[in-house]
Nanobody, 119 residues
Framework: QVQLVESGGGLVQAGGSLKLSCAAS????????MGWYRQPPGKQRELVAG???????NYADSVKGRFTISRDNAKNTVYLQMNSLKPEDTAVYFC?????????????WGQGTQVTVST
């Protein structure tokens, strides 16, 4: 499994931007899927954005056009650029990695980073 460490969270005013980083403990070249999830207070964790090994991306409807996920295999890092932030984006953001080796799925989570958007 891979260890993931998120950074870049913080407090920002509505309309502002933040860039989250997810640093992996080893090469992410072979990792099939990496994603960002978030868990607002009192709510369930939800997928925000994902990116496959081939570079295909998908986004939650609520963040389309505002958030961009990218991966830098050379730096073993996945990013989430968040623009035009809204108070409803407030949540703990988690990095996720999924890798299939033969027929077994390995999944890893980071510890999370808090994003707070004020009005």
């Amino acid at each position: 499994q891979v260890q993931l460490v998120e950074s870049g969270g913080g407090l920002v005013q509505a309309g502002g931007s933040l860039k989250l980083s997810c640093a992996a403990s080893r090469s992410i070249f072979s990792i099939d899927f990496m994603g960002w999830y978030r868990q607002p207070p009192g709510k369930q964790r939800e997928l925000v954005a994902g990116i496959t090994r081939a570079g295909s991306t998908n986004y939650a409807d609520s963040v389309k056009g505002r958030f961009t996920i990218s991966r830098d295999n050379a730096k073993n890092t996945v990013y989430l650029q968040m623009n035009s932030l809204k108070p409803e984006d407030t949540a703990v953001y988690f990095c996720n990695a999924r890798e299939v080796v033969t027929i077994q799925l390995f999944e890893s989570w980071g510890q999370g980073t808090q994003v707070t958007v004020s009005t």
